[in-house]
């Protein structure tokens, strides 16, 4: 059997699956994205045999990877999906995933997204707002099928994260304030094609401290808690995701303190739990495999400029996100400082500044890690450029997740006008 992901051979080559990555590479060319099934499928089964003491069920979070490929991977493994728009609702429906696994999170479905879901029986929506339930109520009516709703707790909680991925604060766009919370839940019985089913939060991403995961959840319990004494059905908690990992180290993710804050809440609990992991599911499984096209010195900078760009991966450029780079052959050898930059016209477009690394000829390959989530799902074509190419390494082979448009394809596109 060969290592998880992506490691080197006695040679220092990076391999997966047992196969090398610079062979990839010529076969599907440059940049290419590769994901490994092999860690998914690690990763899933951890999750869950982390959470298998409470009675719950995971929900992928599409938007972390959205290849329809990759969703009907964990779709055979048994996950459900969390989406946020329809356009997700439809890749995981051409995934294999039923809609009664499907969750509707989000703050700005709109009503013809909302029509769909309902027609399509989806397993149920968490809302954002009141204004958002009576937009469900008008299509649920109008339809005359019921829907399922579940209040998405916005519990004033900052959980250390990136400003731009933390969802939990209250200046933020998402949820409804703890306050508003019992209104509303009430408000939900008095509507005949409204079905409410519970509560839920998610307070961001990349969450290293499991304190904040503890809080939010004691706070989501206690007002579920206290909505059942007063005599309301609330069936199941949506416990969401944002469980950290460690891009700068290779290092599993802190599922035993995971663990342990779920069987403190929630062992032996009534509650039906839903979780929503996204990042951990896939980030690891996936490399952006990138060329350098030229090394550039200035007077006391090195450049290694890759084909790799921020239109690939706008982590760095976005949230300073760090990813580690290794070339894929060499990693001995005399060390520089660089920056490692795409060749797109911006200072901004950057995968990694004032980086230690091999130093690296032309044409060398290089492997930026952890990209299997929130990386090409985050593409762009700026620059006219193309697409980089997918495979999804499987039992030993490797698969084009997609056909990706050239340039010409892009262009034939395009309506042209005549200007006269
Ligand atoms: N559930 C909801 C309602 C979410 O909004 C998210 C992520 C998740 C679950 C999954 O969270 P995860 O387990 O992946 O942390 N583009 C950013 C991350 C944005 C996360 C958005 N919401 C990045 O590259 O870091």
Do not use: W
Request: glycine share 6%; charged share 25%.
């Amino acid at each position: 059997m060969h290592p998880l992901g992506f490691y080197r051979d006695k040679n220092n080559e990076l391999n997966v699956q047992g196969i090398k990555l610079d062979s990839l590479t010529e076969k599907y060319g440059s940049p290419l994205f590769i994901y490994d099934t092999g860690l998914m499928k690690e990763r899933y089964e951890v999750f869950q045999n982390t959470v298998k003491n409470v009675k719950g069920n995971i929900h992928y979070a599409v938007k972390a990877n959205d290849s329809v490929n990759i969703i009907k991977f964990f779709g055979k493994l048994g996950a459900g999906a969390d989406i946020v728009s329809i356009g997700e609702f439809h890749k995981c429906i051409a995934a294999g995933i039923t809609p009664d696994k499907i969750i509707f999170s989000g703050v700005g479905k709109d009503k013809n997204e909302i029509e769909i879901a309902i027609r399509n029986k989806i397993l149920q929506f968490n809302i954002e707002s009141e204004e958002e339930l009576y937009d469900i109520n008008q299509v649920a009516s109008k339809l005359k099928i019921t829907a399922n709703i579940c209040l998405r707790i916005n519990p004033d909680i900052a959980p250390n994260t990136h400003k731009k991925i933390s969802t939990g604060e209250k200046e933020t766009k998402f949820g409804i304030d703890n306050e508003d919370i019992f209104s509303i839940y009430e408000k939900l019985h008095k509507l005949q094609y409204i079905n409410p089913v519970g509560l839920g939060v998610h307070i961001g991403s990349q969450i290293f401290d499991f304190n904040f995961f503890h809080k939010a959840y004691s706070n989501l319990k206690t007002v579920a808690d206290k909505l059942k004494n007063d005599g309301f059905k609330v069936p199941t908690l949506d416990l969401g995701g944002g469980i950290g990992i460690y891009y700068d180290e290779n290092k599993n993710p802190d599922f035993e303190t995971y663990k342990k804050v779920i069987s403190d809440l929630f062992l032996d609990s009534e509650y039906k739990l839903s979780f929503e992991p996204g990042r951990i599911l896939i980030a690891e499984a996936g490399v952006l495999v990138t060329k350098v096209i030229r090394n550039k010195k200035n007077k006391d900078k090195n450049f290694i400029i890759i084909d790799a760009a921020m239109n690939n991966l706008i982590r760095p450029t976005l949230y300073d996100a760090y990813h580690r780079i290794e070339p894929v052959k060499k990693i001995s050898g005399k060390k520089i400082i660089a920056d490692i930059v795409g060749p797109i016209c911006e200072t901004g477009d950057f995968i990694a500044l004032n980086r230690k690394i091999t130093e690296v000829n032309n044409n060398d390959l290089l492997i930026i890690r952890t990209t299997g989530a929130y990386s090409s799902v985050m593409k762009s074509n700026y620059n006219a450029r193309v697409d980089a190419v997918e495979v999804l390494i499987y039992n030993g082979n490797s698969y084009k997740l997609k056909e990706t448009d050239n340039i010409l394809d892009i262009i034939s596109k395009e309506k042209i006008i005549e200007f006269i």
